[in-house]
């Protein structure tokens, strides 16, 4: 009797393991390639994908353009620089200003620049000006010795940047 008992449960445990391991997962939880039956909100589940909600993103960035402007008398040689101004009018009445506070009485807009470097080379001796600009400061100052005649003819006489200011 103890013989035709045992078999049954042999078989009841046999029939239960090869349940298990053809077992469908839960309701909402996909099984294919998901043998640990893994729900979707996990990291570590073959069907994660992050759903962080678009709002929670960072914004874009928002730039502001920053503008300078060079003034120069030919007359005297006073000059007025101005960099990091909100508008190009800005930086050209600021530039003007600072040309006849420093004695220009004949000031004149030589250029102006935003987002960028500006510089200005000059002979040695003096002489004419030759001006380049650039998104890189040192890229703006070989430019304006290349056109002044090399660095052994010409000097910087200026070298400044107005770069954009991120306000968001």
Same mark, same amino acid.
């Given at each position: 009797m103890s013989?035709s &008992?045992i078999c049954?449960?042999?078989? &009841?445990?046999?029939g239960?393991? #090869?349940?298990l *391991?053809f077992s469908q997962? /839960?309701?909402?939880?996909?099984?294919?390639?998901?043998q640990?039956c893994?729900? !979707?909100?996990?990291?570590n589940?073959?069907?994660?994908?992050?759903?962080t909600p #678009?709002s929670?993103?960072?914004?874009? /960035?928002v730039w502001?353009?920053r503008w300078?402007?060079v003034?120069l008398?030919?007359?005297?040689g006073?000059a007025?620089?101005i960099?990091?101004?909100?508008?190009k009018? #800005?930086? =050209?009445?600021?530039a003007?200003?600072?040309?006849?506070?420093?004695g220009?009485t004949r000031?004149?807009l030589?250029f102006?620049?935003?987002? !960028?470097? /500006? *510089? =200005?080379?000059q002979g040695?001796g003096?002489?004419?000006?030759?001006w380049?600009?650039?998104?890189?400061?040192i890229? #703006?100052d070989?430019r304006?010795? !290349?056109?002044?005649?090399g660095k052994?003819?010409c !000097?910087?006489?200026?070298?400044q940047c107005?770069?954009p200011k991120? =306000?968001?």
């Amino acid at each position: 009797m103890s013989k035709s &008992f045992i078999c049954p449960v042999f078989f &009841f445990l046999s029939g239960l393991h #090869a349940t298990l *391991a053809f077992s469908q997962c /839960a309701p909402g939880i996909p099984s294919a390639g998901n043998q640990g039956c893994i729900p !979707q909100d996990q990291s570590n589940s073959p069907y994660y994908r992050d759903r962080t909600p #678009a709002s929670s993103a960072e914004p874009d /960035a928002v730039w502001e353009d920053r503008w300078g402007a060079v003034v120069l008398d030919s007359d005297n040689g006073r000059a007025g620089t101005i960099e990091d101004q909100p508008s190009k009018s #800005a930086a =050209i009445a600021t530039a003007m200003d600072l040309c006849a506070h420093n004695g220009g009485t004949r000031c004149e807009l030589q250029f102006t620049f935003y987002n !960028q470097c /500006a *510089a =200005i080379a000059q002979g040695i001796g003096g002489g004419k000006l030759k001006w380049s600009m650039s998104p890189d400061k040192i890229d #703006a100052d070989t430019r304006a010795l !290349q056109r002044c005649g090399g660095k052994d003819a010409c !000097q910087i006489v200026y070298s400044q940047c107005s770069m954009p200011k991120r =306000i968001r």
